[in-house]
């Protein structure tokens, strides 16, 4: 059963058919493999295991997938695009499949001229993230054609969600709450950092979710140091903080929590205080949250209490960036940044700051739909904690 339903898709594919008729592209090609997985799932609802692979749109006519023989049948049952071609460079190196039928790239430029007619220009999405044997096969086999990147154009589509994708985040944020309690209650003295993870993985699955954003993140003590720490099975001990994170999807889309907790059940006054200059930056940046605002207006207040505390040497990450099929993907609010933030965004608040002497690392995330009236917490539950 597949995730992505044919209503959604056809109007993604639509939306990048007008791409190609604005640039006179005769198709393009949109480059997945399973750590760049948002764009290909973006047309498809589907990634493939072990194998890399691409998806082409004419702008005439209909899509196919290009990938592996070992993804045909998982593809042909579950991918949102279900026509495959087969070619080495998307193979897993040095299998072999007998029974498979593997093309070329010059063999699919014939059958697509004989499809499309003359081909002058092709789309490429992705092409900086494409291993380069890859890059070279395709542009070698499309020989005398102008190959044209529209990786920002295409990317841009995803940037404001449909109802269907808040929907699915929405889902996925009320998991991630499941997944809260469940880490919370995992963490005391002398338990495994990967109790934590375990007991919020379970939470999650239990219940739906079908993958993660990232892996678990659990930090204690001066592991939290390592900004996206993953659990271990170093013990909790009493007095220290632990720095918990979790990003559960549904049908692709990712929720998620993050949050410092007291191994001993209660702050100590410094804790106390290291958290209430994570929550004020946190308020501040809420505050931002309003159509029509720039990355770096989201961004300056927060940076300025924390240059004020004399925090913003530790600090790694800016404090806002969008959600959706990654838990962290473009646009990313930073200091520089002159992006927009517009009605139907999914945008999270992320502060943190790292390497401190004393407090280590620490992390609060939550995050919010963006309407034409401000932010709406897709988890009421963690706004109100994060901002108390």
């Known amino acids: 059963m597949g995730y992505l339903g044919t209503k959604e898709r056809d109007v993604r594919l639509a939306k ?39 998806v082409l749109v004419p702008r005439d006519g209909e899509p196919m997938l290009l990938g592996g023989p070992e993804s045909e049948p998982f593809a042909k049952l579950d991918s949102a695009i279900t026509e495959t071609r087969n070619f080495p460079v998307f193979m897993v190196p040095d299998e072999e499949y007998p029974n498979a039928t593997i093309t070329n790239f010059p063999s699919l430029f014939q059958e697509l001229k004989a499809k499309l007619g003359n081909i002058k ?116 001990a009493p007095g220290e903080l632990v720095m918990i994170g979790i990003a559960p999807k549904v049908n692709g889309y990712a929720g998620v929590v993050g949050d410092s907790l007291p191994v001993s059940g209660e702050y100590t006054d410094s804790q106390r205080e290291c958290m209430n200059h994570l929550k004020e ?47 962290a993907e473009a646009p990313f609010f930073g200091p520089h940044s002159s992006d927009v933030l517009k009605p139907g965004m999914a945008v999270c608040i992320d502060v943190s700051f790292f390497g401190h002497p004393e407090w280590h690392g620490t992390r609060i995330e939550t995050g919010y739909e963006i309407t034409d009236n401000g932010p709406v917490p897709f988890s009421p539950r963690m706004d109100k904690l994060l901002t108390e």
Not at 21 to 42: A, H, K, M, R, T
Not at 196 to 218: C, D, L, W
């Open 16 to 54: 990048v058919q007008n791409i190609l008729s604005s640039n006179n592209l005769d198709f393009v090609l949109v480059y997945y493999d399973e750590f760049n997985i948002g764009n290909g799932w973006y047309l498809t609802g589907w990634c493939p295991q072990f194998e890399s692979g691409a």
């Open 121 to 236: 220009r092709v789309g490429l999405v992705g092409g900086g993230r494409m291993p380069a044997d890859c890059y070279r096969q395709i542009t070698d086999g499309f020989s005398g054609v102008e190959i044209v990147d529209v990786t920002g154009d295409y990317v841009a589509l995803r940037y404001n969600k449909s109802d269907w994708e808040r929907e699915q985040i929405r889902a996925a944020f009320r998991l991630a709450d499941h997944c809260y309690d469940a880490m919370a209650k995992a963490i005391t003295n002398g338990a495994m950092e990967i109790e934590v993870a375990a007991a919020g993985e379970y939470a999650a699955r239990s219940r739906g979710a079908t993958g993660f954003g990232f892996s678990a993140i659990v930090g204690s003590g001066p592991r939290a140091n390592a900004v996206v720490p993953t659990a271990t099975t170093k013990r909790m």
């Open 281 to 327: 930056v946190f308020r501040l940046t809420r505050a931002q949250l309003q159509p029509g605002r720039k990355g770096s207006e989201i961004d300056a207040p927060g940076r300025a209490y924390y240059k004020k505390h004399d925090l913003l040497q530790y600090l790694v990450c800016p404090f806002a960036h969008t959600i959706g099929l990654h838990e």
